[in-house]
C-alpha cells in the first residue's frame, strides 16, 4: 500500500514565554485552526524565538491544553529550508524594533545567552531568511504582520533594510494586518505585485478550535447580555474618569458591571466593578466575550477578540500621534485598527473626558452601540471571512505547485 506524501509546513510565530499574552494565544490557535482545513497530508512544526515553556506558564493554561509545542526557531533555522511552505505568522516578527528591543534581548538574556552579534546573525537567517537560497524565500508566506512603527532611520541599518526587502520582495505572498504596513511594504515589493491587506490574525481564529478548550463554567455565569466587561490599565494608564463613565454607561444598558481578568492585574478600586469569584481558564475567557453586552478595554488583542465574537468593544488609549521607548506598546495600533474599520466612535482618548460636558458623549456611544455595531462586527467578520479564505487557498496552490 503507497501512503500519501506529506508536505511539511513551518509555522513561525512570536515569542510568548509562559504563555503570558492571551491575545497571542489567540493568534496561534487561528493558526491551528487553519492548519486542520489543511488536512493530515501536511505536517507541521512549530517555531518561535523564545518558546512558552521557557518559563514558568500562567495558571490560566496547562501546556496540554493547546495543540501546539514550539521548537526553538534559532536552534532549528536549518530546518525551515526543507519545508514546502514557511508561514511567518503575525505580529511585529519582521519590524526592526522587536528585531532589537524583544528578540535580541531575549536571545543575550538567561542561562545560555549568546553575544548580541550571534544573536542577530541567527535571527537573520531564521527570521528573515537572510542565507536561504531563493527557492526557499520563494515558498515563504507572510501573514498578520505589521511595521506600523517603523521608520527611515530603521533602513539606516543596511543589514536590517536589506533584509527585509528580501523576504518582503521574494516571498510568495504577503499580508499585512493594516493598511499602513500594506503601504510600506508595498515600496520593498516588486513593482505592480502589491502586498494585501489581511485581517488581523486573531480574527480568523473560529469556533471549533475554542470548543476544544478546557471550561469550568465560569464564562456561563455571566447573564448574556446584560454585563459590561471591563479590562483597563494593561496597556494605557486608567484615566481618572473611568469609573464614573462605566457606572453612567452601565445606567444607559441597564448593565451591571465586572472585571474581565484578561490578565492577573488586579483591578482597580471603583465602585460597581468587582471580579466575580473563581478561576478562568484560558478557554472561559474566551467563552465569556459573547456573552458580555460590551467590552471597555485599553488592550489591543482583548478588543480585537470581543470584535470577532460578536461583541462591541470601546477601546481607551492615547491620543494620536503618541511616543513610547517601546513602539509595540503604542496606543497607535488600537487607533489604527478601529480607524480601518470605521469603528472610531468607539475608540476614546485617555486625556478627554467624556463627561465633561454631562451625558451627551455617552449617549453618542449608546446610539452607536445600539445602532451601528452591527454593522462594524460584520464588516470586521466579512474581511475575516475572505482573509482565511484567500489565505488557504493561497496555501494549498503553493502546496501544490
Not at 203 to 232: K, Y
Request: some cysteine; charged content about 25%.
Amino acid at each position: 500500500m503507497t501512503s500519501t506524501p506529506v508536505a511539511k509546513m513551518a509555522i513561525v510565530t512570536a515569542s510568548n514565554p509562559g504563555y503570558r499574552n492571551a491575545g497571542m494565544v489567540t493568534v496561534d490557535l487561528a493558526c491551528e485552526g487553519i492548519r486542520r482545513v489543511l488536512g493530515s497530508g501536511v505536517a507541521a512544526d512549530w517555531y518561535t524565538v523564545m518558546p512558552p515553556t521557557s518559563e514558568e506558564l500562567r495558571p490560566y493554561v496547562r501546556e496540554s491544553d493547546l495543540p501546539f509545542h514550539f521548537k526553538s526557531l534559532v536552534k532549528s533555522a536549518k530546518e525551515l529550508d526543507d519545508c514546502d511552505v514557511v508561514l511567518y505568522w503575525g505580529d511585529f516578527l519582521h519590524s526592526r524594533h522587536d528585531l532589537e528591543q524583544d528578540a535580541v534581548v531575549r536571545l543575550t538574556s538567561g542561562e545560555s545567552a549568546m553575544g548580541p552579534g550571534a544573536a542577530r546573525d541567527a535571527l537573520y537567517r531564521s527570521l528573515f531568511l537572510r542565507d536561504a537560497p531563493d527557492e526557499v524565500v520563494g515558498r515563504s508566506i507572510l501573514y498578520g504582520g505589521t511595521i506600523l512603527y517603523n521608520t527611515q532611520r530603521d533602513y539606516e541599518d543596511e543589514t536590517y533594510h536589506r533584509a527585509l526587502a528580501r523576504i518582503a520582495r521574494d516571498s510568495h505572498a504577503v499580508w499585512m494586518r493594516e493598511p499602513i504596513s500594506v503601504a510600506k511594504i508595498g515600496h520593498l515589493r516588486h513593482a505592480g505585485i502589491a502586498a494585501k491587506f489581511g485581517a488581523d490574525a486573531a480574527l480568523l481564529l473560529e469556533e471549533p478550535e475554542i470548543d476544544r478548550l478546557p471550561l469550568t463554567g465560569w464564562a456561563g455565569e455571566i447573564d448574556e447580555n446584560e454585563v459590561i466587561g471591563v479590562f483597563v490599565g494593561q496597556r494605557t494608564t486608567a484615566p481618572p474618569w473611568l469609573g464614573s463613565f462605566v457606572d453612567v454607561l452601565a445606567k444607559h444598558f441597564d448593565a451591571g458591571c465586572e472585571w474581565l481578568p484578561w490578565t492577573e492585574m488586579a483591578p482597580p478600586e471603583m465602585d460597581g466593578i468587582g471580579l466575580r469569584p473563581g478561576t478562568p481558564t484560558f478557554g472561559d475567557l474566551l467563552a465569556a466575550l459573547p456573552r458580555y453586552r460590551l467590552i471597555i478595554t485599553d488592550t489591543y488583542h482583548l478588543a480585537i477578540n470581543a470584535w470577532r465574537s460578536g461583541t462591541p468593544a470601546i477601546c481607551i488609549g492615547a491620543p494620536q500621534p503618541s511616543h513610547s521607548e517601546i513602539p509595540s506598546l503604542n496606543d497607535f495600533k488600537k487607533h489604527v485598527f478601529y480607524a480601518s474599520y470605521d469603528a472610531t466612535d468607539l475608540y476614546l482618548s485617555a486625556v478627554d473626558d467624556p463627561l465633561e460636558n454631562g451625558h451627551a458623549k455617552v449617549e453618542e456611544l449608546v446610539h452607536v452601540i445600539e445602532n451601528s455595531s452591527a454593522s462594524m462586527i460584520r464588516r470586521i467578520a466579512d474581511h475575516a471571512g475572505r482573509s482565511r479564505s484567500d489565505l488557504i487557498a493561497t496555501v494549498t496552490s503553493l502546496l501544490g505547485s
